[in-house]
């Protein structure tokens, strides 16, 4: 179904109740992924830092450095994605928005297109590199530069319903959905910068629930299809 695939992951996939980064945890995420990247799917990943700093959540903070905090923690756990991948025999290359050359290389289109084509797993860290954008903006700005097929996102819910399908009982449940009526009927799947840029790009997205990444790519049922057909 999909060649290659930008993924995008909360950084609470990395952590736990007790714990900003989970050994137990990771290894589950990256179980996901070696799975994968045995059946020769091409992945690039863009890691949130949820579970250490959000930037838009920090309060009596300046914006724009709280933000720049909040990049520095998806490098956190950008580095110790690729820690695990890498242990468990999965070539795996930091790439990051922001300079940072005593930790991983910078990021480069042309070199991460290249890694992937030779079966890397490329982790892309610190979002856009500039404040105010969303780690979901990143990831569908990161899915256009490198070609990606789709934009997979890894929610906490297994798709996308027109309200809180844990607090109504009634939310529908949508299997494929446009980007225009995700806009129009502001159903929160993603930030609308991230979905305008899909929209002109013409990028698939695909809403699933973290633990589901292995069968979306065989069950095409699995999670919700946005693209430009209702």
């Not at 290894?27 to 799917?41: E, F, R, Y």
Request: net charge neutral.
């Amino acid at each position: 179904m999909y060649q290659r695939v930008l993924l995008k992951i909360s950084g609470e996939a990395l952590s736990s109740e007790n714990a900003v980064i989970c050994s137990d945890t990771v290894q589950q995420t990256v179980s996901h992924l070696k799975a994968l990247w045995k059946k020769g799917i091409q992945i690039g990943v863009v890691v949130g830092g949820g579970n250490i700093m959000r930037g838009r959540s920090a309060e009596g903070m300046e914006r724009n450095r709280a933000d720049h905090m909040g990049m520095l923690a998806t490098a956190i756990n950008a580095l110790a994605l690729q820690d695990a991948l890498e242990r468990a025999g999965v070539p795996c290359a930091v790439q990051s928005a922001v300079d940072m050359d005593r930790f991983c290389d910078s990021y480069s289109a042309r070199s991460a297109k290249k890694l992937l084509s030779e079966g890397t797993v490329v982790v892309f860290a610190c979002g856009s590199g500039c404040p105010l954008f969303s780690t979901d903006t990143a990831a569908a700005l990161r899915a256009a530069e490198i070609g990606a097929d789709a934009l997979l996102l890894a929610k906490n819910v297994d798709a996308i319903y027109s309200a809180d399908p844990k607090k109504d009982p009634n939310a529908i449940r949508y299997s494929r959905i446009s980007y225009d009526r995700v806009v129009k009927e502001n159903l929160r799947a993603t930030d609308l910068t991230a979905i305008t840029l899909c929209k002109e790009q013409n990028i698939p997205i695909r809403v699933f629930a973290l633990d589901q990444i292995e069968e979306i790519f065989e069950n095409d049922s699995i999670g919700t299809h946005i693209t430009n057909k209702d």
